[in-house]
């Protein structure tokens, strides 16, 4: 009993690595996926449930880089903005409108996408 069980996770994990190559390297749907895992004797609940994992993982994987340029873009944004803004009261005899549009497109982008 054992041994089947071993067997079973065994066989789960190398379909699982097999799914995730042809969704990541190979650009694969999910459905193609799905179809040749069974193809490839999965039973099709196991499939669909590996298909799901790995496209779950990938979609947070992304959400997270988003979140991560978000935040650089709320800091990047403001130090441009706040820098312009400060050069600009300093009376050095320019105005840094620049500086201080770029910074504020980047930094509310930065909102909009950490927000989304």
Not at 15 to 21: D, K, R, V
Request: contains cysteine.
């Amino acid at each position: 009993m054992e041994t089947t069980v071993i067997d079973n996770q065994e066989l789960i994990n190398q379909h699982y690595n097999i799914a995730a190559n042809l969704i990541l390297n190979q650009r694969k749907s999910g459905y193609e996926t799905k179809n040749i895992l069974i193809e490839q004797g999965s039973d099709p609940d196991v499939a669909a449930m590996i298909v799901e994992k790995i496209e779950m993982k990938i979609n947070e994987a992304q959400q997270e880089a988003i979140h991560a340029q978000a935040k650089k873009d709320i800091l990047y944004g403001a130090l441009w903005c706040i820098g312009g803004t400060i050069l600009t009261l300093a009376h050095i005899g320019f105005i840094f409108w620049g500086a201080i549009v770029f910074g504020g497109i980047q930094f509310f982008r930065g909102l909009i996408n950490l927000n989304s």
